[in-house]
């Protein structure tokens, strides 16, 4: 076939010539006066139709993807919203959905939960898109519990600034002069760039402020015209290169002095939060606690010790605490409820469980960053060395400062120390055992028969527990063996009904890459503030296993309810009312299905638990997420 010599048509001018034509064609058909024609042939008009410039190749969004890339995000996650249609439509076709890859979520509360979860099994920040105000506002619990959990979520919220350009009716009620105002007393910095390079530096900026400690969560604003206006010709665009800053570690004088009291202590206490980031973290607090052979209490705000090793006595808290001289609190963000005791009655009431004389010691990074509004902070504590810093970074100094101070007669009283807690830990998960064992057979199934069966499927296997235990009575840390980083995460920091659920998602697409099983005990009233994220786990093949602690209520009100009858002489027999989530009772397996995923139950008979177990962790090691629906005593 002969080549034509006639040049190819140029897209923008096709779109042009036919929009004009399409319009002639309209009016000629509608009978439209000669003079209306002018396009189709007639000369001329005086005033010459408005066309626009309906394309472009190089839209601003395109380069917005190219400054996300540079930060190393591996997913996105959000529900779409038109506030930001450039982003997501750049980020699927001009950034081919790799690094970020799209993650689609049912709710946008979910979907910062995800990042939530994502950050503490990754110790980085996951991208979220939040839609306008409406979006931001579905956010803002989330972003809440991430501000408590000092988790670093990185929040992009879509917006209209310009009045003038704003489409009618969605784009008003959309649209804020400054939408972060509703959640900036929970993120630790916010911006709202209005050009494309002072999106790129600041993007770069809050992933910076995010990662530093304490890491919280950030927000960027991205206008409408930044996103959709065409990138100008010849602008000189640059992504500014991002270096983390180092973690802030506690001054030699406070190590120094730190070490010797630890060492001269008779009875030191070390009580860890949120002090281990990472592996190196929990062995570098393993390597303290066994130079001085002193105990550790661990209150789970993350993975720090591991929970059968001899020196881990959280079970002893408040007697250790008691007879205590020296108390080395790790990144407490409460560390007066930490050493007071405070009883809820009619008149509330509080009282030191320490000694009159006891040395506190505080290495954290809460003072390095806070807000006066939201109460996270708890009640002021009084301490004797109080250093502003990073307590993982610290770590290793502070083990080298205490090896220098300990002598040959220092040495026997510390093995003398933890022989002795060697064998009351032993003591210990032998009562364990033996109580997991009271109601074994009994329906609905009991809490710690739960945790027995889940724990003798998972125990070969690498698993990563990714729930919150405080509503399991902690049945996981009394019967299994945690001593990776990994395999715990902590709580939702805020306490947030609707967290566990999307942050066990999340912390299961992190761990996706690295083969591991992720195991999520979902209580049943946490998974209905936000159900959709059944659907987003099967849609985006994250494999999980949901085991359902269905005891079909809100059973933390049913002890608040039984409380305040009592405190008020009534009786406790309508507790049910406003607690309980039966009539219907729920069936988690259809739910769940219904969402595409494999699922069995209700379970009742606790002899039937142990297998279906089995065969929902053999979907699970296929890559897809899987439920079972265990009815469940309270606690």
Not at 337 to 353: A, H, K, M, Y
Not at 387 to 408: F, G, N, Q, Y
Not at 438 to 453: K, M, T
Not at 599 to 611: F, M, Q, S, Y
Request: aromatic share 8%.
């Amino acid at each position: 076939m002969a080549r034509s010599d006639r040049p190819s048509v140029d897209r923008r001018n096709f779109l042009k010539n036919a929009a004009m034509t399409g319009a002639a064609t309209l009016l000629a058909q509608s009978g439209a006066p000669p003079a209306l024609l002018a396009g189709a042939g007639q000369p001329e008009p005086a005033t010459p139709p408005v066309v626009q410039d309906m394309t472009t190749d190089r839209p601003g969004a395109d380069f917005m993807v190219d400054v996300l890339k540079s930060l190393g995000f591996e997913f996105v996650c959000g529900n779409p919203g038109s506030s930001y249609r450039g982003l997501y439509e750049s980020i699927v076709n001009y950034g081919g959905n790799q690094n970020p890859k799209w993650n689609l979520c049912t709710h946008e509360e979910s979907a910062v939960a995800m990042c939530h979860g994502y950050s503490k099994i990754e110790g980085k920040p996951l991208l979220v898109c939040i839609h306008g105000t409406v979006g931001l506002q579905h956010s803002a619990m989330a972003l809440y519990n991430a501000w408590c959990d000092r988790a670093p979520v990185y929040a992009i919220v879509g917006n209209v600034m310009d009045s003038s350009i704003r489409r009618p009716g969605l784009d008003t009620v959309h649209s804020a002069q400054d939408p972060i105002a509703m959640v900036r007393d929970f993120v630790k910095w916010d911006d709202q760039p209005t050009t494309l390079q002072g999106f790129a530096e600041s993007a770069v900026r809050a992933y910076r402020i995010a990662m530093t400690p304490p890491t919280l969560p950030v927000a960027l604003v991205a206008d409408f015209h930044v996103q959709e206006d065409p990138i100008a010709p010849g602008a000189n665009l640059r992504i500014p290169k991002l270096t983390l800053a180092q973690p802030p570690q506690g001054d030699s004088a406070g190590v120094a002095e730190t070490a010797r009291l630890l060492v001269q202590a008779e009875n030191p206490v070390i009580v860890a939060e949120r002090a281990a980031h990472s592996q190196a973290g929990m062995e570098n607090l393993v390597k303290l606690a066994e130079t001085l052979q002193a105990p550790v209490i661990d209150q789970l705000g993350r993975m720090n010790f591991p929970s059968r090793h001899p020196l881990n006595q959280s079970q002893r808290s408040s007697a250790l605490l008691s007879h205590a001289d020296v108390v080395l609190g790790l990144e407490l963000q409460d560390y007066w409820g930490t050493v007071n005791e405070f009883t809820d009655q009619l008149q509330r009431t509080s009282r030191p469980i320490i000694k009159p004389d006891a040395k506190l010691i505080s290495i954290g990074s809460e003072d390095l960053y806070m807000k006066s509004n939201y109460q996270d902070l708890h009640r002021f504590r009084e301490v004797d060395v109080d250093m502003a810093a990073d307590a993982e970074a610290t770590l290793p100094s502070l083990i080298e400062a205490v090896k220098r101070e300990i002598t040959s007669s220092r040495r026997q009283v510390f093995a003398d120390r933890g022989a002795k807690f060697a064998r009351e830990r032993q003591d210990d998960w032998d009562q364990a055992y033996t109580d997991a064992t009271y109601g074994w057979d009994a329906s609905p199934i009991s809490v710690a028969r739960l945790h027995a069966e889940v724990w003798d499927q998972i125990k070969n296997e690498d698993w990563s527990f990714v729930s919150f235990t405080k509503y399991l009575s902690r049945w996981p840390q009394r019967l299994w063996d945690f001593n990776k980083h990994y395999q715990f995460i902590g709580g939702s920091g805020g306490l947030g009904i609707g967290y566990n659920a999307p942050a066990s998602v999340g912390a299961a697409l992190a761990n996706r890459k690295h083969g591991r099983l992720t195991v999520n005990i979902q209580s049943d009233g946490d998974l209905m503030f936000a159900p959709g994220i059944l659907w987003t786990a099967a849609h985006n093949r994250i494999p999980i296993l949901n085991i359902m602690h269905n005891n079909r209520c809100y059973h933390a009100e049913i002890m608040q309810f039984q409380m305040m009858a009592c405190r008020h002489n009534r009786g406790v027999e309508n507790a049910h009312i406003v607690t309980g989530i039966e009539d219907p009772n729920i069936d988690f397996a259809k739910l769940a299905q219904g969402m595409g995923l494999y699922a069995e139950g209700p379970i009742t008979d606790p002899k039937d638990l142990g297998p279906a177990i089995r065969r929902a962790i053999a979907v699970v090691k296929r890559g897809e997420p899987a439920l079972v629906d265990a009815v469940c005593q309270g606690r």
